[in-house]
């Protein structure tokens, strides 16, 4: 199997994984969703030695688990 072809097969699975989506989640569970997303994404991108693209989908990764501690925070103390 080439890497081109793992890589689409990876997204394939990926994709289905996934399929459900953030339609109905709240703010919290979607930037969850997001987090997990952008960190099996880094890791296709690793994978693929995307090294820049692997270090930019961290970032995004990390400001959506900021997201979600920001979401707790405000569910254990609203106001």
């Not at 997990?36 to 959506?64: G, T, V």
Request: aromatic share 2%; hydrophobic share 40%.
């Amino acid at each position: 199997m080439s890497a081109e072809h793992a890589s689409d097969s990876a997204l394939t699975t990926l994709s289905a994984e996934h399929a459900a989506g953030p339609v109905s989640m709240g703010p919290g569970q979607s930037a969850q969703y997001t987090t997990e997303m952008l960190e099996s994404l880094k890791k296709i991108a690793l994978r693929q030695n995307q090294r820049l693209l692997a270090h930019l989908l961290d970032l995004a990764a990390m400001e959506a688990k900021s997201l979600v501690e920001s979401h707790d925070q405000e569910t254990l103390f609203p106001g």
